[in-house]
């Protein structure tokens, strides 16, 4: 039953010669469609697919290879507007089919109508489908920017009739949202002329572009009265369902109509269930969005989850079937393909349906038999019955039933259900459930009745060289407040008066020609190691955090590192992610009142802190004792304090890019790599409570500023490295990244065997011992062995201080600069107050 020609014989046939139904179209077109009739007062007969896995089994390879050809097309027809494309998938036919051309299409998110309605999850929109049998349509993405945007939706149904299913969706949404660009895509065009003519009308109208995709096309020839010809020939024949059952298979102008559910002799095996081991938090399907994280979390867990399935099936079994639930079609389709790998047996894959077709035993119709069952799932629309299509007699000897949580429910396993309908025609049943996703409730934030109003986050160009949709700023500008003192000033007035390192701020460094000419080399040589890197944090976030996180990065190293995460979002997944800088300081914590902010605005469990890189770790532990101190102080709950940062030298983290300790040029310059922003000021006169920290914008610098051309340089590479970074992040995913804290030990080492007893005077990692050179009086950089490129700044800078490099053979860090309060009056400890000799 998987082919549309059946011993020669055509699996429309039987509706043809008895209705005058005629297919007219590509050569194809009669190998991928039979015909059938079907209890609908709108339209008698029914395409049925071969190729789509809803009423015939199907091999999964040749199912999901459809949809993957498919949008590969649509890559090619869109070019470079594919990597802004999002999908749309019909429910409940074209679920799959959708799922697949979005994996074709090149990782582009997506999402599926559905008729199941879920509390506490806005509708994004609606639309009804005139022929069906059950019309209304429901949008709920999780996300509600996932449909907004410029760039091309792409609809996809499992076929095109008249195109009003088409026009009813881009009406709605094109009124929400409107864009320049859609693509129809489905496996048969069946539009007639006039038909399309209206489409290519209202995109007109609309002024947008429309084009179609599709794997094959012609159109269906009625003739007058098929109708209600059609209506009494499916009457006729549910009817003799009831007096000939049992009835030997005749010619076929005079088959048997086919058996319709469990023969009541039959003794029942007991389903075996089968625990996947699904993923946590990753979404059943494409209902509420799905993402290309959760694609590369699928993938990384499907060999898994099919070994387990492989076991459960008996050895000795030839035909095997894996069967979806209604718009559940995407996860039973890729565990049937992963199963097709693994058993023996012939693999063929098909789903459940609301659909009601009639079934007639015989070679030249599309539905040879029909089992039915009491729907499982609750429906928002009442009970009513359920269908599966071509199981009964196509000789299974296992069948794997997929449903999600919200179905495994008492009428599931009712005398009546599906699990025991399938018993009586398959000996060995295989039960596997996937956890129905459940999308977060909308945030609505608990703020006091008094709460202090808190400014609008600083943007530029009026704070930043930044564009203003790259940051907002959680800070207070200071730029007319005189600030800086020279080093050995500023140490010795924290030396002598217990200042704190907050209240100034070093005289910026102005690099040399040749320094500047170190960091474009540097640039040029770690583009596209970096981009990997910023890949990589990100893709961890979406899939490990939330699919829209709300980045917050600490000023202002974290800032660059913010932005390019928040561009590699929006290049890979067409998502604008917020992104705000906020100032935490050692000794002093986080800025309470920019927390206050973000979580009047936003959710504090989607927030996500970011830094450039880690040292030892102090900054996270700062971090973590903020966050449990804010709370305690009658903040809002939910901000998780794990730092998500490019690179974790010192194994203090879980959500990083890397974990090698690398140049990253962002770090061999201050202000004019990050917008040209000061590092954080708190002083008590100048922020009050209810103030932001402070920070200056230093608008005479600008003729020096890279900020942009840092993040410009890095971008680009980004289709460069994204394979490599989806294989990175599925290693990731499934690697133990608990933190060792190795970098803590290494530290306490090299403090002891220095003499210099304190850890805060131990700067490891090529970024925080360019800090110590750039701002400090260092006494001396320890350099591994054989460490090439990623230290010639630091040669270069040290060579400029008159400071030593030694080389260290047994060393965990590229590099470690060092400070002694014996040599540097002005040193600062945990609390970043001066260390007293």
């Avoid at 007062?41 to 071969?50: C, E, F, G, I, W």
């Avoid at 770690?526 to 709300?550: F, K, L």
């Amino acid at each position: 039953m998987s082919n549309a020609v059946n011993n020669g014989v055509w699996s429309g046939t039987w509706v043809a010669e008895r209705l005058g139904v005629e297919l007219v179209g590509d050569d194809t077109l009669t190998e991928m469609l039979g015909l059938a009739l079907r209890r609908n007062p709108k339209r008698a007969h029914l395409l049925v697919s071969h190729v789509l896995g809803k009423h015939v089994p199907q091999s999964p390879s040749v199912v999901h290879g459809h949809g993957l050809a498919l949008g590969h097309r649509v890559r090619e027809l869109l070019g470079a507007a594919a990597a802004d494309a999002v999908v749309l998938g019909y429910a409940e036919t074209a679920t799959g089919l959708g799922h697949s051309v979005a994996d074709g299409l090149g990782g582009a998110p997506y999402l599926h109508s559905t008729r199941r309605p879920v509390a506490g999850v806005a509708t994004a929109g609606g639309f009804e489908e005139s022929h069906s049998h059950a019309t209304s349509h429901l949008l709920l993405p999780e996300d509600p920017a996932l449909l907004v945007g410029d760039g091309p939706l792409v609809l996809v149904d499992d076929e095109f009739s008249t195109g009003n299913t088409v026009l009813n969706t881009v009406r709605d949404l094109h009124a929400r949202y409107p864009r320049r660009r859609y693509v129809v895509v489905a496996l048969v065009d069946m539009r007639s002329a006039a038909d399309a003519g209206r489409l290519e009308e209202f995109a007109r109208e609309i002024g947008a572009r429309v084009d179609l995709v599709a794997a094959a096309s012609g159109t269906v020839r009625l003739p007058e009265g098929v109708l209600e010809k059609g209506q009494a020939l499916v009457a006729s024949h549910e009817a003799a369902v009831e007096g000939a059952t049992g009835s030997t298979p005749g010619a076929r102008g005079t088959a048997r109509p086919a058996p319709t559910g469990p023969h009541p002799d039959e003794n029942l095996s007991h389903p075996v269930r089968v625990d996947l081991g699904w993923p946590q938090g990753l979404p059943d399907g494409g209902r509420h969005g799905f993402t290309q994280a959760h694609r590369e979390a699928l993938d990384a867990a499907l060999p898994g989850m099919g070994a387990r399935l492989a076991e459960a099936i008996p050895e000795g079994a030839s035909r095997v079937l894996v069967l979806g639930f209604e718009e559940l079609m995407y996860a039973p389709l890729r565990l049937a393909r992963e199963l097709e790998h693994l058993v023996p047996a012939e693999v063929r894959y098909s789903t459940t349906t609301r659909s009601p077709v009639l079934a007639v035993d015989d070679p030249g119709y599309a539905i040879r038999s029909r089992i039915v069952f009491p729907a499982h799932d609750d429906p928002a629309d009442g009970p009513g019955e359920r269908y599966a299509y071509n199981v009964a007699g196509a000789g299974f000897d296992a069948v794997v039933a997929v449903v999600d949580s919200v179905a495994d429910t008492a009428a599931l396993h009712a005398p009546d259900g599906l699990l025991a309908t399938l018993a009586a025609h398959i000996p060995h049943v295989v039960l596997a459930v996937v956890p129905s996703y459940v999308p977060a409730p909308l945030y609505v934030p608990d703020l006091p009745e008094e709460s202090p109003m808190l400014p609008e986050p600083l943007r530029g160009p009026a704070f930043s060289s930044y564009p203003p949709e790259e940051v907002g700023w959680l800070l207070q500008d200071l730029s007319d407040v005189t600030l800086e003192a020279p080093t050995e000033e500023r140490e010795e007035a924290i030396q002598s008066g217990g200042a704190h390192y907050a209240e100034s701020l070093p005289v910026e460094y102005q690099p040399s020609e040749q320094y500047q000419r170190l960091f474009h080399a540097a640039l040029e040589t770690s583009a596209a190691r970096i981009a990997q890197a910023v890949g990589v944090v990100t893709e961890t976030v979406i899939a490990e955090r939330s699919p829209r996180p709300v980045l917050v990065s600490l000023a202002r190293a974290g800032t660059p590192v913010g932005v390019l995460m928040r561009r590699w979002a929006r290049y890979r997944h067409g998502l604008d992610l917020p992104h705000y800088a906020v100032s935490i300081v050692r000794g002093r914590g986080i800025d309470a009142n920019a927390l206050r902010w973000l979580a009047a605005h936003h959710d504090p469990r989607d927030v996500v802190f970011v830094d450039g890189w880690t040292g030892k770790g102090a900054i996270t532990r700062e971090l973590a004792v903020a966050i449990e101190e804010f709370e305690a102080a009658g903040g809002a709950a939910g901000f998780d304090p794990e730092i998500a940062v490019l690179a974790d030298p010192g194994s203090c983290v879980r959500t990083y890019g890397t974990r090698e300790d690398f140049l990253i040029p962002s770090a061999c310059l201050n202000s004019t790599v990050s917008g040209l922003i000061s590092r954080t000021v708190l002083r008590a006169d100048l922020v009050g409570p209810d103030d932001f920290h402070g920070a200056k914008f230093y608008r005479e610098l600008a003729g020096a500023d890279v900020s942009v051309a840092f993040l410009d340089a890095v971008a680009a590479r980004f289709d460069e490295v994204a394979d490599a970074v989806a294989g990175a992040v599925k290693e990731l995913l499934a690697a133990d990244r608990t933190p060792t804290w190795e970098g803590w030990a290494a530290v306490e080492r090299i403090s002891e065997e220095y003499g210099i007893h304190d850890v805060n005077l131990v700067k490891p990692g090529v970024g925080e011992t360019t800090r110590v050179l750039l701002r400090r009086v260092p006494w001396k950089i320890l350099a591994r062995a054989g460490a090439g490129a990623d230290l010639d700044h630091v040669r270069l800078l040290a060579e400029q201080r008159g400071v030593p490099v030694e080389e260290v053979g047994e060393l965990p860090y590229t590099c470690v600069g060092l400070i002694h309060p014996q040599y540097t009056r002005g040193a600062t400890g945990a609390d970043g107050r001066a260390v007293s000799v």
